[in-house]
C-alpha cells in the first residue's frame, strides 16, 4: 500500500540534493518566523531551547495558520537531529484504516492488498522527527497504540510480532480546543500528559498587530521578486491589513498579499481595495450572518435531535468540510461523524 497522504521529508548527507536542502533548512531554522511581538519571540526561544533535548516530546498548541509546522521544522533543524530524517502527517487527512498502517507499518499479508511489507512513520522518522499535525483528530481506537509507543519507545507492525525499537522525538501539533476534546473525553487524558512535556502556545495573528506590516511586507517582497515588480502598500491598505481579525492567521495574510499583487498588477501601490478583505471582516451581535436556526417546539425536542441540526447547519457553513465543521463544534471527527444527520453529504476535502 504506497503511501500517498503523509510528507516525508527524509534529509540526510547520502546525496547532493538532499545535503544541500539540509544545509538551508538549517541555516534558516528560525529565521523564516517573522515578527518582533513579544508573544512570537517567547514561542521562539521556547523551541530553541526544547531543540537542544533531542528526544523530548513536544507540543504545539495554535490556531489553523500560525506556523505549527514552520515551528515543528525550526526545532527539528535547530537540534543535533538536523541531518536525520523530519517525517510529517496529518492526522485529520488520512482515513483511520489507513492511517494505522501509515503510522505503525505492516506486514506482508496483514490484509488485503498487503503485497508486502511496509515500514511505518515511526520507522522512517529514523534518528529524527516524526510531527503530528492534527494529533487531536486522532482516531479513540489508535490513541492507546501511540500512548504505548511513546512510553516504551517500540513499535509492532499490523500483522506483525517483532517489536520495533524507534529513536524519534515526536512533535505533535492541535488547535486551541485540544483541552476541551480531552474534558469530553474524546482524548485520552494520559495521552494527552504524555504529549504535552514541553507544550509551546503559538499566538495568533490578531494577537500579534505589531506583526502585522512586517510580515505583510515580507510577503510582498517574496511576491515582487517572483515577478520583478517593486511595490509598496498605500496608507489605506495599511490600515485595513490592521483592522482584520485575521481568522485564518499567517497563512490567510500570505494569500491576501498574493492575490492583491495580482490585482494590482498595473500600478506599484496596493490599495485597500486590492487586498479584498473588508467584506470578511469578523462580526458579531444580533445581524450576524447564520446559515440556519434551530428551533425547539413547546413541546421540547429530544437533544440527539438538536445536535443532528447543529452539524448539519455547521457541515453547511463550511461547505462539506467535516475537518472544519468538527472544529467549529470543538469535537472530533469521529464524534462529528456519529453525530451526522443520516445520508449527509460527506466531504474528504481539507483546509488545515
Given at each position: ?7 516525508r521529508?527524509?534529509?540526510t ?12 533548512e ?24 526544547v531543540?537542544?533535548?533531542?528526544r ?7 490556531e ?27 492526522c ?16 506482508r ?12 512513520l ?25 500512548l ?8 509492532r ?8 525499537a ?8 492541535a488547535?486551541?480546543l ?14 494527552y ?13 490578531r ?28 496608507p ?5 491589513l ?13 494569500n ?5 499583487a ?5 500600478t ?8 479584498m ?6 462580526r458579531?451581535?444580533?445581524?450576524e ?12 425536542k ?11 447547519l ?23 461523524a456519529?453525530?451526522m ?12
Amino acid at each position: 500500500m504506497p503511501s500517498t497522504f503523509a510528507t516525508r521529508s527524509a534529509v540526510t548527507n547520502a546525496d547532493g540534493g538532499s545535503a544541500a536542502r539540509f544545509a538551508t533548512e538549517r541555516a534558516f531554522a528560525f529565521r523564516n518566523v517573522i515578527g518582533t511581538s513579544s508573544s512570537i519571540r517567547d514561542a521562539v526561544k521556547l523551541a530553541t531551547r526544547v531543540a537542544a533535548a533531542r528526544r523530548t516530546t513536544v507540543l504545539l498548541i495554535g490556531e489553523t495558520g500560525t506556523g505549527k509546522e514552520l515551528f515543528a521544522r525550526g526545532i527539528h533543524y535547530s537540534s543535533e537531529a538536523a541531518a536525520d530524517p523530519f517525517v510529517a502527517i496529518n492526522c485529520a487527512a488520512i482515513p483511520e484504516n489507513l492511517l494505522e498502517s501509515e503510522l505503525f507499518g505492516h506486514e506482508r499479508g496483514a490484509f488485503t492488498g498487503a503485497d508486502a511489507r511496509k515500514q511505518g512513520l515511526l520507522e522512517l522518522a529514523a534518528a529524527g522527527t516524526l510531527f503530528l499535525d492534527e494529533v487531536h483528530h486522532l482516531p479513540p481506537a489508535l490513541q492507546p497504540k501511540l500512548l504505548r509507543a511513546l512510553e516504551s519507545r517500540q513499535v509492532r507492525r499490523l500483522g506483525g510480532f517483532e517489536e520495533i525499537a524507534i529513536n524519534c522525538r515526536i512533535i505533535a501539533a492541535a488547535g486551541p480546543l485540544l483541552e476541551q476534546v480531552v474534558a469530553t473525553g474524546e482524548f485520552r487524558e494520559d495521552l494527552y500528559y504524555r504529549l504535552n512535556v514541553f507544550s509551546i502556545v503559538l499566538p495568533p495573528l490578531r494577537d500579534r498587530l505589531e506583526d502585522i506590516d512586517v510580515i505583510a511586507r515580507h510577503f510582498l517582497a517574496q511576491e515582487t521578486r517572483e515577478h520583478q515588480q517593486p511595490k509598496a502598500f498605500s496608507p489605506d491598505a495599511i490600515a485595513a491589513l490592521r483592522v482584520h481579525r485575521w481568522p485564518g492567521n499567517v497563512r490567510e495574510l500570505k494569500n491576501v498579499i498574493e492575490r492583491a499583487a495580482i490585482l494590482s498588477a498595473e500600478t506599484p501601490v496596493i490599495r485597500a481595495e486590492h487586498l479584498m478583505i473588508q467584506r470578511r471582516v469578523m462580526r458579531s451581535g444580533p445581524n450576524e450572518e447564520s446559515v440556519g436556526e434551530i428551533r425547539i417546539p413547546p413541546g421540547g425536542k429530544l437533544l440527539a435531535e438538536i445536535e443532528r441540526e447543529a452539524v448539519a447547519l455547521t457541515l453547511k457553513l463550511t461547505n462539506g468540510n467535516q475537518a472544519a465543521a468538527a472544529r467549529l463544534l470543538g469535537i472530533s471527527r469521529p464524534t462529528l461523524a456519529k453525530k451526522m444527520p443520516p445520508r449527509t453529504p460527506r466531504s474528504d476535502s481539507e483546509h488545515s
